[in-house]
């Protein structure tokens, strides 16, 4: 259900009070969005992840507390990443990878797989 004028007038008068009275907010409001902030969580977790792996192989054998508490940091960041990935959703990974299907990750790589197929490729005349 749209907006009446009435609401669309009053909605404005508040963005405008707020960007007056604290730009800084504003601008962090306007540029956060839910893809961002679920991919923000998604790397972090990833990273926490990998912390809780580092903590469980190395002390799980001499101090099994600490091992655990590892692999509880390691559960929870899963369960965060996967929470997050759902949240994305399809439109959300679109969104995210569009900029590597527009050519960001070739140039990345330069043209690696194009050299990978001319030399491993199949090279051998049909039988």
Not at 11 to 23: F, G, R
Not at 24 to 49: C, E, M, N, P
Request: hydrophobic content about 40%.
């Amino acid at each position: 259900m749209p907006l009446s004028e009435d609401e669309q007038r009053i909605l404005q008068e508040i963005e405008d009070n707020l960007s007056a009275t604290d730009p800084k907010l504003s601008q962090q409001i306007s540029d956060t969005t839910l893809y961002r902030h679920s991919a923000r969580v998604i790397k972090w977790s990833v990273a926490g992840f990998v912390a809780g792996l580092v903590i469980m192989i190395f002390t799980f054998t001499t101090n099994l507390l600490l091992g655990l508490l590892g692999f509880g940091i390691m559960l929870a960041c899963l369960l965060a990443i996967e929470h997050h990935v759902r949240k994305l959703g399809r439109a959300g990974m679109e969104s995210l990878t569009g900029s590597m299907r527009s050519g960001a990750m070739k140039n990345a790589f330069g043209n690696a797989g194009r050299r990978w197929r001319e030399r491993w490729g199949n090279n051998e005349p049909p039988h």
